[in-house]
């Protein structure tokens, strides 16, 4: 493998591009081995859409760092095949990168990847309008395949019944907690939100500075609102959305929140921040998040020694009869329609997205794809850092709420720039729920959506 550098007209397109946090970060990184492919002369219309003329060469694939080792681990297993494979920013924090160089290549007519991986599940939103993403159940993706991933899984990847996309893993909302020391305080686990709130403030109470859960993060909302069924996010159409933030389902989780952030037993600091990593990683009894805080972030960040973290189902509102989690990230892999090496880049799609050799071994996060989770779950097990197993992570996966979309706009972006600065400066979250109905309008109408309550 080789490594280079990215021109200087290549570094100043990937800083326009991209947030400011992320700005000039990018590197290209080219993995070469021999040659792929074989090739078709003329355009040929077949698997759904008109494929461009095949031929031999490399196989060009983005992906971020997180995936870097997915494509090595391809490249090491496949050394037939050619590789060039560009590190992005995956789209993370919603920069719109993707989007806004296919939009270049699609002015120039040249240039786009025949394989990329994004960060974020509402790709589809966008690719199918702009002539990018390829449609994968027309031929090119067995239904046998593409019926093993888990329930739902793929909803994000599907516009009028075509699937453009193969989710890469998901990101379903558990209670996280810390075993030996929920013990040692004489506490059982809440089983519904009315449990986890008292709790909360018994937290507050005996043990201060303790915590129950955070609510620093641009994601905060997709974890508790979205667990919590808050229709801010129903999107019905490809240009339609349902908005309203202020129902019963909204409020009583605001007012949860608000609750344990005013006695302290939630943090506002984010759990990625240094504030947290120094002071509170220490001090987490209870933690509602996504599957895979319990890798990134309680082992490989916050660096909690094994046998201490343990997954609970999350909570559930009394009285509900169906149970409903949230989802925070997850990712997607999408083909290129313009690809000239389609059969290569179908291979490369199907083997990372389902491929135990990295799925079920290697994959830093819950694979969507099932029988690969099920490989997935034994080796977290197996691997001895946690204090139970994490079978509430594949309850979980079928009951991510589904009235939550992903549109076009970035609703982490809208709550970092609507609700967090007031959270910080003190304002309560119910009382902020009417202003977040406005941004949210207002992101979606600048996107073209027709918006209703």
Not at 79 to 95: F, M, Q, R, T
Not at 280 to 288: E, F, S, Y
Request: glycine share 10%; hydrophobic share 35%; proline share 5%.
């Amino acid at each position: 493998m080789t490594v280079k550098k990215p021109s200087s007209s290549q570094q100043r397109a990937v800083s326009r591009g991209r947030s400011a946090l992320l700005a000039g970060c990018a590197a290209t990184v080219l993995l070469t081995v021999s040659a792929c492919g074989g090739g078709t002369a003329g355009t040929t219309d077949k698997d759904g859409f008109a494929q461009a003329p095949q031929k031999d060469g490399a196989l060009t694939v983005w992906v971020d760092a997180t995936r870097m080792d997915a494509a090595k681990l391809y490249q090491k297993l496949h050394p037939e095949v050619k590789l060039d494979v560009v590190s992005y920013d995956g789209d993370a924090n919603g920069s719109n990168y993707l989007q806004t160089k296919v939009q270049l290549f699609n002015r120039t007519g040249k240039g786009w990847p025949d394989v990329v991986f994004s960060s974020q599940n509402n790709e589809a939103s966008w690719a199918v309008d702009a002539g990018f993403a390829a449609p994968l159940n027309k031929g090119l993706v067995d239904e046998a395949t593409l019926g093993q991933f888990a329930k739902g899984a793929n909803d994000v990847c599907t516009v009028d019944g075509t699937v453009y996309c193969l989710r890469n893993d998901l990101s379903q909302a558990v209670l996280w907690y810390n075993a030996p020391l929920l013990k040692e305080f004489g506490y059982t686990l809440p089983t519904t939100w009315e449990e986890y709130q008292k709790l909360g403030e018994k937290v507050a109470k005996e043990h201060p500075g303790y915590l129950v859960g955070d609510a620093g993060d641009s994601f905060t909302p997709e974890i508790y609102l979205w667990a919590s069924k808050c229709g801010a996010n129903d999107i019905t159409g490809p240009k339609s959305v349902t908005v309203n933030t202020t129902s019963e389902a909204c409020t009583r989780m605001a007012e949860l929140l608000d609750v344990l952030i005013k006695n302290k037993s939630m943090s506002i600091s984010g759990v990625f921040s240094t504030d947290f990593g120094k002071n509170q990683a220490d001090k987490v009894l209870l933690m509602p998040g996504p599957a895979w805080f319990g890798g990134a972030m309680f082992r490989d960040t916050l660096k909690v020694p094994a046998k201490q973290i343990a997954a609970a189902p999350i909570p559930q509102w009394q009285g509900e009869s169906s149970p409903s989690t949230g989802n925070v990230g997850g990712g997607t892999w999408l083909l290129s329609q313009h690809s000239t090496h389609v059969k290569a880049a179908t291979d490369f799609l199907k083997w990372v997205t389902t491929d135990n050799a990295y799925q079920g071994e290697k994959a830093p996060g819950y694979p969507a794809y099932a029988p690969a989770a099920e490989a997935w779950l034994k080796g977290q097990d197996a691997s001895g850092y946690f204090a139970s197993d994490l079978s509430p992570l594949k309850d979980a996966s079928s009951q991510v709420w589904p009235k939550w979309g992903s549109g076009q706009f970035s609703q982490e972006a809208i709550w970092a720039a609507t609700v967090k600065p007031g959270i910080t400066q003190g304002k309560s979250i119910a009382s902020m729920l009417p202003a977040w109905q406005d941004s949210i309008t207002k992101y979606a109408k600048s996107n073209g959506y027709k918006v209703s309550r």
